[in-house]
């Protein structure tokens, strides 16, 4: 996807457009309207008298709103034009709205054509990166100043419904209007584009299901002004890392998403444009990073996380009973079964990563009543791991996809065909058993103890998780640590084999604790050393890998909620300078996009290209790369729920200065924390 496309967005409701604010969608370029899981638009080109228009600028001041001055013509033409048109655009009430403005620079009165090519193809959110002929048929329909396209597949069927609030000469193809402006005037129309979601019945879904209506533009600029007064405030010498967090506050307000079955409750959508939907691994760790600024958005992921949690054996979707989703969709291709997204079930770390963020929040929050609201949740996620997830019965949670057609067959955070494999390239034969689902599995069964002796008054239960995750360390070291390399293993095999590759997964390890504390210095070493770490950030593979490769998405290339779970893993085994590099170099790569963290950029070393290359497929903004400062700064701030207190260890760079970060939420109500990069202050 092109990265310089811009955008407006609303949790799961967005457009993608060009920097002339036109959409003209190919494979190559998968710009259009989205809402429900559907391109209600892939066709949007403005004309003015049959030019085409070139935009002097576009101003994006936050998520909410574009502006986008044009001119008609080549460049050339931009010295004495005599004509000009603004193009501003909002997503507002769940629909997409634009107000084009026409002016008349002359000295003279003119006459304008004005012309909006519309079209759509109603593809599925989940096949507009690919070809396909779609099954059903395409109607047009003109009303009075609108123009109806839609989509019909059996019972299943999607409108489109764009009006104008001036008079317009509609066709089945757009719009026309003839336009006299006397010298030095402005003409305009607003146009409204809603997405229509149609039952058999002719109703509108959501209106049935939505039980409010979505937030209109003043409604949402002034939810955005609240959410960022309520966030911690930041200051640091650093401006970088100030600009960062800002960023990502912003962004992550944008990627709030209000579930249909909790219209009142937000909780962060995975990504745009590809993944802007409930998911079950993103959803979770974007919460847990964004503790210290937004806890309420952990409560929500675990409620629609915990209402959806597998029941059933299905193969299709990968459901086991306790099991946590992937991810839930709603288009064309989930609803005729070509995809198994409705809900998905494929992915082993979801499940034990749900109990760790049940278990997080109420740490940071104080809120006893969720933990045992959903204890028989946790405690079905817990089952899940070792009934499910101990494929064969040898103590280590792995994954094989039962859905051989459209499952996925890697089902870690990796989740590329290559991304698991060798040091000498080969792949391994599944069952896998990732390293970091084992650290994950440990994690989860101690914190459920926890909340089983204090909250769920079951002492036994307790007493026996505790035994299963000191076996499950002393077995994971023993059958993982590669001794003559001084690294564990990314995986076993289906075989129990070591698969020997050097990656960055084992960072995951520190963050979860299952690493013993005489490896944990071999292990910090590799993760900082010239092989795993370009000087941008720890590489998902190491080079001298064979299948290493620096644009590869899982094998070489860089991803920032990656380095920012390692960095907590680091400062929780007292490895304060490392985690100090790593956190410094990640606000460094921010600088080079607009303090915006990619979800991945090029694992090429910081000497050979001297800035970070961005991956061209990303999305952008993506929650887990957006919540990564968050946690970056709770490393170096030593940030750590103790009761009613907040606990403060900062151990900050010399780089960033001062840092303040002021009101930070929690069961202690609110706590300022502050350091000094210069003084180590509490060291």
Request: hydrophobic fraction near 40%.
């Amino acid at each position: 996807m092109n990265p310089n496309l811009v955008r407006v967005l609303d949790g799961n409701v967005f457009v993608l457009s060009e920097d002339n604010g036109d959409i003209e969608a190919t494979v190559a370029n998968p710009v259009g309207f989205f809402d429900f899981d559907t391109r209600f638009l892939s066709v949007w080109r403005l004309t003015l008298n049959g030019e085409r228009l070139n935009a002097l600028s576009v101003a994006e001041r936050d998520h909410l709103q574009l502006r986008f001055f044009l001119v008609p013509g080549a460049p050339t033409h931009y010295v004495d034009a005599k004509s000009s048109l603004i193009r501003e655009r909002a997503i507002t009430g769940g629909a997409f709205e634009e107000r084009l403005t026409v002016f008349n620079h002359h000295h003279e009165p003119e006459e304008f054509t004005v012309r909006l090519d519309v079209g759509s193809d109603f593809a599925p959110i989940l096949g507009v990166a690919a070809e396909r002929t779609a099954p059903g048929r395409l109607y047009q329909r003109i009303e009075e100043r609108g123009l109806c396209l839609g989509y019909q597949r059996e019972r299943f069927q999607r409108e489109t419904v764009v009006t104008s609030s001036e008079p317009v000469r509609v066709d089945e193809r757009g719009f026309t209007w003839a336009v006299r402006l006397a010298p030095k005037q402005a003409w305009t129309t607003t146009l409204r584009v809603r997405g229509v979601v149609l039952r058999p019945d002719g109703v509108d879904v959501r209106d049935r299901l939505e039980r409010r209506p979505r937030a209109g533009a003043e409604e949402r600029q002034h939810d955005l002004t609240g959410w960022l007064s309520r966030t911690p405030q930041l200051s640091c010498d650093w401006e970088a890392l100030t600009e960062a967090y800002q960023r990502s506050l912003v962004d992550l307000a944008a990627l709030r998403y209000s579930p249909l079955t909790l219209p009142n409750q937000v909780m962060p959508a995975a990504g745009l444009p590809w993944a802007a939907t409930i998911t079950g691994r993103d959803s979770i760790l974007t919460s847990f990073m964004a503790l210290p600024v937004a806890p309420e958005l952990a409560s929500a992921t675990v409620r629609m996380l915990g209402i959806d949690q597998g029941a059933v054996l299905d193969d299709f979707r990968d459901e086991e009973p306790g099991k946590i989703l992937r991810e839930f969709r709603y288009g064309e291709m989930v609803a005729f079964e070509e995809r198994p997204e409705s809900p998905y079930y494929g992915s082993a770390d979801a499940t034990p990563l749900y109990v760790i963020l049940l278990d997080e929040y109420e740490r940071w929050s104080g809120d006893v009543d969720l933990v045992r609201e959903f204890e028989d949740e946790a405690r079905a996620a817990l089952r899940w791991i070792d009934e499910y997830g101990d494929l064969l019965g040898d103590g280590y949670v792995r994954y094989l996809r039962r859905n051989e057609r459209s499952g996925v067959a890697n089902q870690g955070w990796k989740d590329s065909p290559e991304a698991i494999c060798y040091a000498d390239g080969r792949l391994p034969g599944p069952p896998l058993a990732t390293c970091e689902l084992q650290g994950y599995a440990y994690d989860a069964k101690l914190r459920g103890a926890r909340m089983a002796r204090e909250f769920w008054g079951d002492p036994a239960y307790a007493d026996r998780l505790e035994r299963e995750a000191a076996a499950l360390r002393e077995r994971f070291d023993r059958d993982f640590w590669i001794a003559d390399r001084g690294y564990y293993a990314l995986a076993l095999d289906g075989d129990g084999g070591q698969v020997d590759a050097l990656a960055s997964n084992m960072g995951h390890l520190l963050w979860s604790g299952i690493i013993p504390p005489e490896r944990a210095a071999q292990v910090a070493a590799h993760l900082v050393g010239p092989r795993l770490f370009s000087g941008w950030g720890i590489r998902s593979l190491a080079t001298g890998q064979e299948r290493y490769n620096p644009l590869g998405f899982h094998v070489g290339a860089v991803w920032p909620f990656d380095n920012a779970l390692v960095t907590w893993g680091l400062r929780r085994y007292g490895f304060a300078e490392e985690a100090g590099r790593i956190a410094e170099a990640m606000v460094d790569v921010s600088r080079y996009f607009q303090g915006r963290l990619p979800e991945a950029f090029a694992g090429y070393p910081r000497e050979l290209t001297e800035y970070p290359v961005r991956y061209p497929t990303a999305n952008n903004p993506q929650a887990m790369a957006t919540a990564s400062p968050f946690l970056l700064l709770r490393a170096l701030l030593g940030l750590e729920a103790a009761g009613e207190h907040l606990l403060m260890a900062p151990r900050v760079p010399a780089r960033f200065g001062r840092v303040e970060l002021l009101d930070v939420p929690g069961r202690w109500g609110r706590r300022d924390v502050i350091a000094s990069g210069l003084a180590h202050v509490g060291h």
